[in-house]
C-alpha cells in the first residue's frame, strides 16, 4: 500500500504538467472553432456569443484555471460540435479503445512470449534466426500498410473478416471478435516484435545465471528449468515494456482506428481537431494520460508480484 500511494502522490504533478501543457499547446493552434462551427461569414453577434459561452474570449491562464476546476469535480465541459457533455463522448469512445487495446495485447503475447523463449532455448538455431527474423519485418513493417493488407486478403478477397465497424463485446461476444480481429492482429503484431526481442534478450541473461546451472545440475527437466524457473525472472523487464507499449497503444490508435473506423479514443481525437473541438481534445487528451498512469501504476504493482524483493521500493 505505501508503495501505491507513493507511486500515486509522483504521478499526480505528471497529471497536472501535461494538462497544462497539452492547454497550452491547444491555444497556441491556428484556427478558430467558432469559426469552423459558424464559419467565415457568421453573425459577429453569434459568434461573439458563442466564444463568450465557451469562454474563449478570456485570457489563457483563467480559462485552464477555470477548466481545471470544473475538471476535479468531474465536469470536463460540452462539446461545441454537438453539444454533448465531453465526459460522456470520452467514456464511450474510451470502451472500444480498451477492448481494442485488450485483445491486441492477447495476441502479442501469445506470438510474442513462446518465440522469444524458443528463441533463447535454442539460441543460433533455425528457430533462433526464423524468429529475429520475423520480429525485425514486425519492427519494420508499418501499421496502416499492414491494416491495408489484411483488410484486402482477409476481409474483400477471403471475406473472413469484416473490414470496418464495431460491436459491444456484451452485446455479441462471437461477433464482437470477429470484428476486432484485423484491427487486433494490426497492432498486436507490432507489439509482439519489440516484446519478443526483450523476451529474448531477458531469457538469455536468466539462462546464464548460476541458478539455473544449479537447477540443471540438480537434474530437473530441461522444460522445467526453462518455463517456470528462468521465465518467471525474465517477465520484469518484458513487463516493463508492455506497460509502456499499453500506454502508449491507450493514446496512439489513431491509425488502426481510423482504417478499421473503429470509434475509439484515437478517433474520436481526430475528429475534434478537424473539427477544432477543443473542449473534446483536452478531454480525450487527459483520459489517455490517466491511462498510462494507472497501466503504470499496475506495472508497478505485477513487479511486485514477480520479485517479492521490489514490495519494499518506495
Not at 14 to 24: E, K, N, R
Not at 27 to 33: E, F, I, K, M, Y
Not at 122 to 147: E, I, K, Q, T, V
Not at 239 to 263: D, I, K, R, S
Request: glycine letters at 8%.
Amino acid at each position: 500500500m505505501r508503495m501505491v500511494l507513493s507511486r500515486l502522490a509522483a504521478l499526480l504533478p505528471v497529471l497536472f504538467g501535461l494538462c497544462f501543457l497539452s492547454f497550452a499547446l491547444l491555444s497556441l493552434v491556428p484556427g478558430d472553432p467558432v469559426t469552423a462551427l459558424l464559419g467565415l461569414e457568421a453573425d459577429p453577434t453569434a459568434a461573439a456569443a458563442l466564444r463568450a459561452k465557451y469562454a474563449l474570449d478570456q485570457p489563457f491562464l483563467l480559462r485552464f484555471v477555470v477548466w481545471l476546476g470544473h475538471v476535479l469535480i468531474g465536469d470536463f465541459g460540452r462539446s461545441i460540435q454537438t453539444g454533448r457533455p465531453v465526459l460522456e463522448m470520452v467514456l464511450t469512445a474510451l470502451v472500444p479503445t480498451l477492448q481494442l487495446g485488450f485483445c491486441a495485447l492477447l495476441v502479442s503475447l501469445a506470438i510474442a512470449i513462446p518465440a522469444g523463449v524458443i528463441s533463447a532455448s535454442r539460441r543460433n538455431s533455425l528457430a533462433d534466426f526464423g524468429a529475429s527474423l520475423l520480429a525485425l519485418f514486425g519492427l519494420s513493417l508499418p501499421s496502416f500498410w499492414l491494416a491495408i493488407l489484411l483488410i484486402l486478403f482477409l476481409s474483400i478477397r477471403l471475406s473472413l473478416f469484416p473490414a470496418s465497424g464495431y460491436v459491444p463485446f456484451l452485446a455479441d461476444p462471437l461477433e464482437a471478435l470477429h470484428h476486432i480481429a484485423l484491427p487486433a492482429l494490426t497492432l498486436g503484431v507490432g507489439m509482439a516484435a519489440a516484446t519478443m526481442r526483450m523476451s529474448r534478450a531477458a531469457m538469455l541473461e536468466a539462462l546464464s545465471a548460476d541458478y539455473i546451472r544449479t537447477a540443471r545440475a540438480k537434474g530437473l527437466p530441461w522444460r522445467r528449468v526453462v518455463w517456470k524457473h528462468a521465465l518467471r525472472n525474465a517477465l520484469i523487464p518484458v513487463v516493463t515494456l508492455v506497460g509502456l507499449q499499453l500506454g502508449q497503444l491507450m493514446g496512439g490508435v489513431v491509425v488502426t482506428e481510423t482504417v478499421f473506423a473503429w470509434p475509439g479514443i484515437g478517433k474520436l481525437t481526430v475528429d475534434a481537431i478537424f473539427a477544432r473541438d477543443y473542449p473534446v481534445v483536452q478531454g480525450a487528451i487527459l483520459a489517455a494520460a490517466v491511462l498510462f498512469v494507472l497501466i503504470n501504476l499496475a506495472t508497478d504493482m505485477i513487479y511486485a508480484v514477480l520479485d517479492p524483493r521490489m514490495r519494499g521500493t518506495p
